[in-house]
């Protein structure tokens, strides 16, 4: 890469570094986009009766980004994650992949 000029944080490059830079740029993100829309779990609990694990989440995940879950122990990362993947039924809402519903069609997710 050759940096021809740099001026208050703005750089010009060679024809061939800026072409190159360009057809990056144009490059579709790998990964799938995903969709969690009003995502809620509840358990039955002996003791305490019905207990709400996941209440209504909703976000969404372009492909390519990167995100992190945090949270302390017991706020339900694990659960969420199940979820997400369709290992642990929603109780309503849904998770799609790239359109796909993961809990209405889990069959398209395994092999």
């Known amino acids: 890469m050759t940096v021809l000029l740099e001026k208050d944080g703005i750089a010009t490059f060679d024809k061939a570094t800026d072409a190159t830079l360009r057809s990056a740029a144009s490059v579709a993100p790998h990964g799938v986009r995903i969709d969690v829309d009003e995502l809620s779990r509840r358990v039955r609990d002996r003791k305490r009766g019905e207990v709400t694990l ?47 519903d993961v809990h209405a069609n889990p069959a398209a997710f395994r092999n």
């Not at 209504?56 to 979820?83: C, W």
């Not at 997400?84 to 039924?89: F, L, N, R, S």
Request: charged share 15%.
């Open 54 to 100: 996941l209440d209504a989440m909703s976000f969404a995940v372009s492909a390519g980004e990167l995100v992190a879950i945090v949270g302390p122990s017991g706020a339900g990362k694990t659960t969420l994650l199940e979820a997400i993947a369709g290992i642990a039924p929603a109780t309503s809402g849904s998770v799609r992949f790239d359109g796909i």
